[in-house]
């Protein structure tokens, strides 16, 4: 099956001034990256703050311009700037505060993309716009409101409303609920999932909250310093993970089930991603560091189907978990692509917050 979304070898770099010594530098913000994405799949990028998480996103979508790789849809190449590209790849944000323009009422911000790209014909872009909002929960007057008359919960559903105007095949999802009550996530999260196998999107899910990403996702992506360094199912990736950096991860997630995870809290702050440490970037923060790991960068090495995991130790780690390092009884092989492969269904079993509170109140606090 041909991904609906696939990223081959992605790099993106920002150019600095140095404060205090002068000079200038450049920061890798995404490295060599590849995922694929199936249809109607979501992928969930995790990662701490930093990582290079939504920088990957908005490169994918076309707000930054990689300076090397692909991206394919459907198996057609797409760069940033293709004016056919808005078409097949939207993107929610994280603040619904400011990502939707102040002095535009609701109406006018749903309606802008489907007369840019010609969707309907002008005499039908009310008639659409009223079924865009009533998709995403929203009744018609408040096409008539501007954003700071609406809740947080309200104003990220004109945000989706507005991504899906353009009948796009892929959404990247930048966070969408962080800035949002813990009594509104939950209906978002289940609008997003609702939708999705409404119109068979394909979701590329950025998120720091593992459990959201858990219920959310068939496969995780785990992201360190502008690589993938772990993927798998979403199942796979929390109950049974492979690098370090994923494992103490999971370490500092709070959890009344004291003494599940044996991994270490970090304690040594992130590298700075101007100066990236020798060989394996993880290597100052790990616990289970080797000389190996300080002096060469590590592939990755698919260490069973469907895990590849870039990690010199990742044989040394899992038996300290009893398992085996071939998995499933092959050989451990290098993998030079992370979630080239577009499948996974595996749904994970963690069940939404419950979802009756109701965010269609007024401007929230």
């Avoid at 293709?82 to 929610?92: C, S």
């Amino acid at each position: 099956m041909t991904p609906r979304l696939e990223v081959r070898d992605l790099t993106k770099t920002f150019n600095i001034r140095r404060r205090g010594h002068g000079g200038s530098g450049k920061i890798l913000a995404v490295d060599g990256v590849s995922l694929a994405i199936a249809p109607g799949e979501t992928l969930g990028l995790v990662g701490e703050s930093g990582c290079g998480k939504s920088t990957l996103g908005r490169t994918i979508v076309g707000l930054y311009r990689a300076d090397q790789g692909e991206i394919l849809i459907d198996g057609t190449p797409r760069v940033s700037g293709d004016p056919e590209l808005p078409r097949h790849v939207q993107m929610v944000f994280q603040d619904p505060y400011t990502s939707l323009p102040p002095k535009m009422r609701v109406g006018t911000i749903v309606a802008e993309p489907l007369l840019i790209h010609h969707i309907v014909a002008k005499q039908q872009v009310a008639e659409r716009v009223e079924q865009l909002l009533a998709s995403v929960g929203l009744k018609p007057e408040h096409a008539l409101a501007f954003p700071s008359q609406l809740s947080g919960g309200q104003r990220q559903r004109v945000g989706i409303a507005r991504a899906l105007a353009v009948e796009p095949s892929v959404i990247v999802a930048d966070e969408p609920v962080s800035a949002l009550d813990v009594s509104v996530q939950a209906q978002i999260l289940n609008l997003l999932k609702d939708l999705q196998e409404e119109h068979g999107i394909s979701l590329l899910f950025v998120s720091h909250d593992l459990g959201v990403v858990r219920y959310m996702s068939h496969r995780v992506a785990v992201m360190y310093l502008g690589r993938i360094v772990e993927t798998g199912t979403a199942a796979d990736i929390v109950d049974d993970p492979l690098h370090p950096y994923t494992r103490t991860l999971l370490a500092a997630v709070p959890s009344v089930e004291r003494g599940r995870r044996d991994e270490p809290l970090i304690d040594v702050d992130p590298p700075n991603p101007a100066s990236p440490p020798s060989g394996c970037a993880f290597h100052p923060r790990c616990p289970h560091v080797e000389q190996q790991c300080r002096d060469e960068r590590p592939p990755f090495v698919e260490w069973r189907t469907d895990r590849p995991v870039a990690c010199h130790l990742v044989d040394q780690i899992a038996s300290t978990s009893g398992r085996s390092a071939t998995g499933d009884g092959g050989e451990a092989t290098s993998h030079p692509k992370a979630g080239t492969k577009a499948g996974g269904t595996t749904t994970a079993d963690t069940t939404a917050a419950d979802t009756s509170a109701n965010d269609t109140t007024g401007a929230q606090s």
